[in-house]
């Protein structure tokens, strides 16, 4: 009972912190506003990083979203500061996804060094990995990451929200900006797309993927 | 065993609110039970878990580098606060002033009903404005003369023409007094002169009224000879009938032939000078483009 309550405190300290912070920045305190930052930018990067499937491009959606979230911060107007937070992010990787599609960044090198044409370029081939390869890394983050990439954006962006991040629908709903029915068929779709995807895997790893131990639920806490 | 199939897309969703903790008790307890009637959806619950559980164990990604921004960072950010919503703004207000203003003009020129003009088309065969030479034309085309209709005086403005006998009617409620020839003709040529028995107007027969004069009224043709004519119409005062109106048509009077051609309509000024309109698409090009500019530069 004590340590519930002392948690319970400490929550309520925390958002006091917060609420305080988010007042100071508001009236232009950089210092108050970079605190902010540093408290939810692993979040931001993470999902950004889910969604975006790449290091970089993450790194930028999240730059992005931080100046971004500097510009707006007048416009806030309470409740979850992290959810807010995540809808900026989330928006900026979209813009992220949108330039990548506008300006493909993949070296076009058709020519040798001498001028002579590359028969079969290296452009052309087929890079994404495939079941054997990502489970040769043995990593099951790979397969699921391959998986979560092979989503659409809409289902990516829910899956990520509320399974990676553990947002519950309302919030999720919020930051994406539909109703929770969108929300819940989306999640259902994205689960049911990487079950799917997950079964060539599953094949070769059942034990590990299907019936993860009690370590793994803890680690997951 | 692939319950891929077997599962609907809203049984997939109770799953997840299942999964997910956000089933009512009630919605929560009828799922439980229809879980112990079905092992589709029981294997699919498994798997679903499953993946739940492999999501959340995903590693956390360490940051590359502190997102925080330096103060030109902030101070650069500041400055473009509000650029790029006051252009965006701008833009659009001026292109929705433009769609309301081309939007009101072309409902005011489609669906605005015809000018009423005070002085109706059959005045403007009076006495000015056409030359001769129209006249001419048109006898030319028609390979005959041209009969004119002067309403001069006679019969007053408005009314139906034709037989009208009647009140203020358009032929001045005679037969040809106002049909007047471009040359003199023969009044035998003028069917409309010829002196029409009373019998054969059809107008007198139903007269039952003892009280209705009888041959008063007279009436005179071009060549000055006078007919008599009944009464026509019930009602007429008797004073007024019987008056000889007797309008010969003045020679020194230009008759005139106007077609609908040379009726020219008033040119109708635009509601907004086109200066206006010119400077508000201006702007709205220049604003947009400043948007742009600034949107893609970011």
């Known amino acids: ?192 797309k990487m079950q799917q995807c997950l079964q060539g895997f599953r094949e070769l790893l059942p034990d590990q993927f299907r019936h993860i131990t009690e370590e793994n639920d803890e680690l997951a806490r | 065993m692939n319950w891929h199939a077997e599962i609907s897309e809203k049984d997939m969703t109770l799953l997840c609110d299942y999964l997910d903790d956000a089933l009512s008790i009630k919605d929560r307890a009828k799922f439980e039970k229809r879980l112990q009637q079905s092992p589709e959806l029981k294997l699919a619950l498994e798997d679903m878990t499953a993946l739940k559980r492999s999501m959340r164990s995903l590693p956390c990604k360490p940051v590359p580098h502190q997102f925080t921004l330096t103060r030109s960072e902030a101070e650069k950010a500041r400055r473009g606060r509000f650029l790029l919503p006051t252009f965006g703004w701008a833009s659009v207000v001026s292109m929705m002033l433009l769609a309301v203003i081309f939007g009101s003009e072309f409902i005011f020129s489609s669906f605005s009903a015809p000018q009423i003009v005070d002085e109706p088309i059959a005045m403007t065969l009076q006495n000015d404005a056409a030359p001769e030479s129209a006249l001419r034309q048109a006898e030319d085309e028609a390979g005959q003369p041209v009969y004119l209709l002067n309403w001069v005086s006679v019969g007053g403005k408005g009314g139906g023409g034709g037989v009208a006998y009647g009140i203020g009617g358009g032929m001045a409620g005679t037969y040809a007094e106002d049909i007047a020839m471009s040359e003199p003709v023969p009044s035998e040529d003028i069917a409309m002169t010829e002196p029409i028995p009373s019998e054969e107007n059809v107008m007198i027969e139903p007269m039952e009224s003892e009280e209705i004069v009888e041959s008063t009224e007279v009436a005179s043709t071009l060549a000055g000879e006078k007919i008599t004519v009944e009464p026509l119409i019930f009602g007429l005062r008797e004073d007024q009938l019987g008056q000889v109106i007797d309008v010969q048509p003045d020679e020194n009077e230009v008759l005139t032939v106007v077609t609908a051609q040379d009726i020219v309509e008033p040119e109708k000024e635009p509601l907004i000078a086109t200066n206006i309109k010119w400077i508000l698409a201006g702007l709205a090009a220049a604003f947009s483009l400043v948007w742009l500019l600034l949107k893609f530069r970011r």
Not at chain 1, 55 to 72: F, L, P
Not at chain 1, 121 to 138: I, R
Not at chain 1, 163 to 192: H, Q
Request: charged residues 25%.
């Open chain 1, 1 to 192: 009972m004590k340590c519930c309550l002392v948690g319970l405190s400490l929550a309520q300290k925390a958002i006091m912190e917060e609420t305080e912070l988010i007042t100071r920045a508001v009236d232009g305190d950089l210092d108050a506003f970079n605190q902010l930052v540093l408290q939810h930018q692993q979040m931001a990067y993470n999902v950004a990083y889910r969604i975006m499937a790449d290091e970089n491009a993450a790194a930028d959606a999240t730059q992005e979203a931080v100046i971004s979230m500097y510009r707006k911060l007048d416009t806030y107007r309470g409740g979850s500061f992290k959810s807010w937070f995540l809808r900026i992010v989330t928006n900026a990787c979209y813009d992220e996804l949108r330039r990548q599609r506008r300006r493909p960044t993949i070296p076009i090198e058709p020519e040798t060094n001498e001028g002579e044409l590359i028969e079969s370029p290296e452009w052309l081939e087929d890079k994404s990995a495939g079941p054997e390869e990502v489970l040769g890394a043995s990593e099951i983050e790979n397969a699921i990451q391959h998986c979560l990439t092979g989503l659409e954006q809409k289902f990516r962006v829910v899956i990520t929200l509320v399974d990676v991040s553990g947002e519950d629908y309302e919030t999720v709903a919020r930051i994406i900006g539909t109703p929770i029915g969108t929300v819940k068929s989306r999640l259902a779709r994205a689960r049911m």
